[in-house]
């Protein structure tokens, strides 16, 4: 075995940004998305090198006991991981868990546990917008081209926008994300996000956001938020307005991003969490995310924790799965007449 060390120092690596873009390719794991959505943790980072050549950058916030690292939507191998937890617990005496949330690998390491389950959707693009039209169904392939077409015989003036990093408005991002949530409302979905959120994602989006929307008349119908990291794409939000939903203009920004992802030469487009048909449509695989707990020692509330969690993540299944799918519409519906 290579001689692999950790060496730990403070506050954020922006010296190291570079790398950890190049080396993740994450639009969570960087220094202006960890300074714009963890303002008030201590941040420290950690540089694990193999033979004295920096292999990989751990960031991560200290709160009380928990270490909660930064490296999402990352694949780190499972020796480096488990030489950082250890160096952690090492040298930093009062935390007794570590969280590693969003990875692509599974991890079965000693005194750890999963805690949750997701999928990041993955589009691998093709070279050219024809190319990817041709690999859509047959069905999927005639509707995208029916609903732009459709959009501009009843609104001619109708303006397809692409704006990128600092040609971005907060405006905008303020329109995208309140149609966001009058679209969850109208679902029986409960928002989770306030308006602080809309200025984390204006900040963010100053540095490597991209827009697109449809505007109408002067007025934003549709629009998607989305962030640009080294050659991936990763597809925040999209959302429209109601009363224009028989165009399908959340589908047409849909494509519009793929397009501009496509004119780019970008390699690849996430969906991310959150498991929707419409990924599927538009030919989006299914990535396995874990996020999993490190803690010091087999105490009782190692055991305590590790059952909860095996539990939750056995209810999330049921809730999930088809036979519960009249529940969920049960609920949806009450909280539509509620909202």
């Known amino acids: 075995m290579n001689n692999l060390s950790i060496e730990f120092y403070e506050g954020l690596p922006f010296d190291y940004e570079d790398f950890l873009i190049e080396k993740y390719k994450s639009f969570i794991t960087n220094c202006r998305y960890i300074s714009v959505y963890f303002p008030n943790e201590k941040h420290k980072y950690a540089l694990a090198k193999t033979d004295g050549q920096i292999t990989d950058i751990f960031v991560f916030g200290v709160d009380e006991d928990t270490c909660n690292c930064y490296n999402s939507l990352v694949d780190i191998a499972s020796d480096v991981v488990d030489e950082f937890t250890k160096s952690v617990f090492e040298k930093f005496p009062t935390i007794n868990r570590i969280k590693f949330s969003a990875s692509y690998r599974k991890y079965d390491l000693a ?7 997701a999928n990041d959707y993955i589009l691998d693009l093709p070279d050219s917008l024809d190319d990817y039209y041709l690999k859509l169904g047959t069905a999927t392939r005639r509707h995208l081209k029916n609903y732009r077409a459709r959009l501009l015989r009843d609104f001619p003036n109708a303006q397809f926008v692409v704006k990128q990093k600092n040609e971005i408005d907060e405006s905008v991002i303020n329109k995208i994300v309140q149609l966001s949530y009058s679209r969850m409302k109208s679902k029986g979905i409960i928002p989770g996000k306030t308006q602080k959120d809309v200025i984390d994602f204006y900040n963010f989006s100053q540095h490597y956001g991209l827009v697109t929307y449809i505007e109408v008349d002067g007025e934003i119908i549709a629009g998607s938020i989305s962030y640009i990291l080294s050659d991936h794409f ?5 959302a429209h307005e109601n009363k224009f939903s ?3 203009p959340g589908q047409i920004c849909i494509v519009n991003a793929i397009q501009t992802a496509i004119e780019m030469k970008l390699k690849t487009f996430h969906f991310l969490w959150g498991d929707n048909d ?9 990535t396995p995310l874990t996020t999993y707990v490190f803690c010091r020692s087999y105490s009782l509330d190692f055991i305590m924790s590790k059952v909860k969690a095996s539990l939750s993540i056995f209810l999330l299944n049921v809730r999930q799965s ?12 009450f909280r539509k007449k509620n909202l």
Do not use: Q
């Open 111 to 117: 005194k750890s546990f999963l805690l949750s389950t």
């Open 246 to 248: 028989k165009y399908n």
């Open 322 to 333: 088809k036979l519960a799918k009249p529940l969920r519409d049960a609920i949806k519906n």
């Open 234 to 238: 990763f597809f925040f939000m999209i």
């Open 278 to 286: 419409y990924k599927m449509r538009f030919m989006a695989m299914p």
